[in-house]
């Protein structure tokens, strides 16, 4: 169809301005000072769903690129990355970052908080934790007891009743806060991930849109931060991919290439009998004791998510014009199956 064409024209022009980011920071001995806070921007129009579609063929040309594309695997080590390397495809994002970008294979942190939301705090400010001031996961408040760093109590979660989230506990501007400033607050910055913390800090201040994976719901979703309400393209998005379509098997393809990448048999040792999923392929996660909260950690989720971040990109009308967009997109499930 046409409008299948239109897609395809504009996720193509996002496939090549994307950039690939691999989680690590290169860390200096000491550390920059925090960048300000960006000052108040008029906000930019958000234009009709199809809007983007029928101007994309029509925008005016520019020089720099028209959507940067921001990808993190949460606890993605090299370590890792270079054990599975050879077993990449040379077509897909990872192998063609690294091939034709620069791939720095180790890194050195100057902070002891490695997880996900001092990271990805860090990546996108530039900042360690003593200066972002997300130092962990949570935070204990005397007065509100222990809650997630982003649940600043003000900002409630669409589908989820007593939760909340906003970037409030972030201390300074990241670079999407500098992006919206400079560009008078018309570019536009969104960040998709399987986690709040990791969209929320992703995005920063300024951010027109989060979104992340809730498994109390199920689905995606966003706060009041960001909206009024959810929004109605990701409310259709939603009842056209239900949650309850991904609970599916996970198996094994070829057997032997499995026991080349990991030098074991499939039932390893160190290897823990999550959610009642057993060691061994396949692991179904229909039988699984709370197949939502083991959602995340089975690669169909991760392949939604890529697919909702394109869409987002469209609906916001990213890379239709000379301004440059930054689209944040947060891979969880190497994190939850890490765990």
């Known amino acids: 169809s046409a409008r299948g064409d239109d897609t395809r024209s504009l996720r193509t022009r996002l496939r090549r301005v994307a950039l690939v980011a691999a989680v690590g920071l290169t860390a200096c001995a000491t550390p920059p000072p925090p960048p300000a806070l960006p000052a108040p921007a008029p906000a930019r129009p958000r234009p009709v769903p199809v809007a983007p579609l029928r101007q994309a063929a029509d925008a005016p040309a520019t020089s720099g690129p028209r959507v940067v594309v921001a990808v993190v695997f949460d606890q993605l080590g090299s370590w890792s990355l270079d054990s599975f390397r050879d077993h990449l495809s040379p077509d897909g994002a990872i192998a063609r970052g690294m091939r034709d970008g620069v791939y720095v294979e180790r890194v050195a942190y100057t902070f002891a908080s490695t997880n996900t939301a001092p990271g990805h705090a860090a990546i996108f400010t530039g900042t360690p934790p003593s200066v972002s001031g997300v130092v962990g996961n949570s935070v ?3 007065v509100r ?3 997630a760093f982003v649940n600043d109590g003000e900002h409630a979660v669409f589908g989820h009743p007593g939760d909340f989230a906003g ?7 990241t670079v999407g806060d500098a992006l919206v400033a400079a560009t008078g607050g018309k570019a536009r910055v969104a960040a998709i991930s399987g986690k709040d913390r990791a969209a929320v800090l992703s995005g920063g201040h300024k951010a027109e849109l989060a979104i992340w994976y809730d498994k109390s719901i199920p689905g995606f979703t966003t706060s009041t931060y960001y909206a009024k309400a ?3 393209w990701l409310r259709r998005y ?3 991919h239900p949650m309850q379509a991904l609970l599916t098997p996970w198996t094994v393809s070829d ?3 499995l026991a080349q990448a990991t030098g074991q048999p499939d039932d390893g040792p160190g290897e823990g009998a999550h959610f009642a999923l057993g060691t061994t392929f396949p692991h179904d ?6 197949p939502y909260a083991a959602l995340p950690l089975f690669p169909q989720l991760s392949e939604q998510l890529v697919d909702l971040a394109g869409h987002t990109a469209m609906q916001l009308g990213m ?3 000379g301004i440059p967009d930054l689209l944040i997109v947060s891979i969880s499930g190497t994190d939850y199956s890490g765990h």
């Open 167 to 173: 970037p409030a506990s972030l201390r300074v501007g």
């Open 230 to 232: 959810v929004p109605a």
């Open 319 to 321: 890379g239709v014009d």
């Open 140 to 142: 204990v408040d005397p």
């Open 145 to 147: 007891g222990k809650r």
């Open 238 to 240: 939603r009842e056209e």
């Open 285 to 290: 996660l229909a039988k699984a004791d709370n």
């Open 255 to 257: 057997p032997q290439v």
